[in-house]
């Protein structure tokens, strides 16, 4: 007996000895890296903004307030060191040099904001409490979740992490990639005795002429995004390559296709881009009542935007309006022809510009290529807002 309670506990040993690796390699990234959400939103994953505990405290950047709606505004005095935190009713303000908190009034507080990666770190538990907010921290497939919502959240966490799946799954790889070290390119031997005289003419090692001078003088183009939406794998390309370059939208549905759609909707709001609707030809807003109400029962939130040909009836039921600088839902018949119509309105303009993509192949074809494209112009591409619309 004794002997065989000696091989079962050594065999209990080894096997976790085998197994504290892999454990020890889970706790580490579980303190180290986490994912951040604000209501439906996925926020970047960088180590900049990386939430942290200390002193048993859980610490999220100011851009969870300042990048987000929560209703909780951020402003940093830097003359007098101070980070506050607002709403209507209540303030919050940091001391930064002193440390601890008032609320203005004369109630003062233990706890302490920091200062870190050049972001203001503010301790969650004690802010969601002061500002009526509640947070929870989630395990994922990846690392675990840091989530902030507010009463306007209308997703669970589990119904969050089966829409936003995709995204985690793709900006993990992407954060994971991004530590991996440069490893040089091996030279050719064969290149070794090429002509490296830039003076000849051809030479494929030249550098462009007025190259640093093109480069100073580019622009970065500013994109408001609209899409209407056609067919789910289409809406769902389009998406896969908004997600793959970090760039917004907002997508505009009929009201009456957003029955059995729920997925697709879900995956769009915690992806972060927005929705709005189509109002029908006839001018009907009960139609937009309705679209919101199953928004509402779906994903939590309603929007005020409009895709409509008559504004009028829209703007007087309160919706907001968006009319494009530039509609490419049928211009030309070619994905590239598409995407170079796109380009050379963008590059035209001044400021920001508005465009509106159709639902169809092309059109995901060819935001695939201006989304390439502007990403190396290091260009923006936003979803439409109600201030972009009348």
């Known amino acids: 007996m004794k002997r065989r309670i000696c091989s079962l506990l050594l065999t209990v040993a080894v096997v976790f000895s085998l197994g504290m690796p892999l454990l020890s390699a889970?706790?580490?990234?579980?303190e180290s890296v986490y994912f951040t959400a604000v209501n439906e939103q996925l926020?970047?994953?960088n180590d900049e903004t990386m939430p942290f505990w200390?002193?048993?405290?859980?610490?999220?950047p100011s851009t969870v307030f300042s990048s987000y709606d929560l209703d909780v505004s951020y402003v940093r005095d830097t003359s007098a060191q101070t980070a506050i935190l607002y709403t209507s009713q209540r303030v919050l303000e940091f001391d930064l040099v002193g440390g601890g908190a008032n609320n203005k009034t004369g109630t003062y507080y233990s706890a302490s904001a920091v200062s870190r990666n050049g972001y203001i770190y503010f301790p969650l538990a004690f802010v969601c409490n002061y500002f009526r907010l509640s947070y929870s921290v989630v395990d994922t497939a990846w690392v675990p979740m840091v989530r902030v919502r507010d009463s306007s959240s209308g997703l669970s966490d589990r119904q969050f992490l089966d829409a936003a799946s995709s995204l985690m799954s793709s900006r993990y790889r992407a954060y994971l990639q991004s530590k991996q070290p440069t490893v040089p390119p091996t030279p050719d031997p064969d290149t070794n005795n090429a002509n490296t005289n830039t003076d000849v003419p051809g030479n494929e090692t030249q550098p462009p002429e007025n190259g640093d001078e093109e480069t100073e003088n580019r622009t970065e183009a500013q994109v408001l995004l609209g899409i209407r939406a056609g067919?789910?794998?289409?809406?769902?390309?389009?998406?896969?390559?908004?997600?793959q370059y970090q760039?917004?939208?907002?997508?505009?549905?009929?009201?009456a296709s957003l029955e059995g759609r729920e997925d697709l909707l879900r995956r769009i709001v915690a992806s972060g881009h927005r929705i709005g609707l189509v109002q029908p030809s006839d001018g009907d807003t009960a139609a937009?009542?309705?679209g919101n109400d199953q928004l509402r029962?779906?994903?939590?939130?309603?929007?005020r935007l409009v895709l409509s040909s008559t504004a009028k009836s829209a703007q007087e039921a309160g919706y907001a309006v968006y009319q494009p600088d530039f509609s490419a839902e049928s211009v030309a018949s070619s994905s590239s022809s598409r995407a170079n119509r796109i380009l050379s309105r963008i590059e035209g303009s001044t400021g920001?510009?508005?465009?509106?993509?159709?639902g169809d192949s092309v059109s995901a074809a060819a935001l695939r290529i201006v989304c390439s494209t502007l990403a190396e112009q290091e260009g923006s591409v936003r979803a439409v807002n109600e201030t972009a619309c009348t």
């Open 247 to 255: 760039y917004k939208a907002t997508f505009f549905f009929d009201p």
């Open 288 to 290: 937009l009542e309705e």
């Open 54 to 60: 200390s002193g048993g405290n859980l610490y999220v």
């Open 26 to 30: 889970r706790s580490e990234a579980a």
């Open 297 to 303: 029962r779906c994903t939590g939130t309603v929007t």
């Open 352 to 358: 920001t510009i508005g465009v509106l993509l159709g």
């Open 43 to 45: 926020c970047p994953l």
């Open 231 to 243: 067919d789910d794998n289409v809406v769902s390309d389009m998406l896969d390559t908004l997600d």
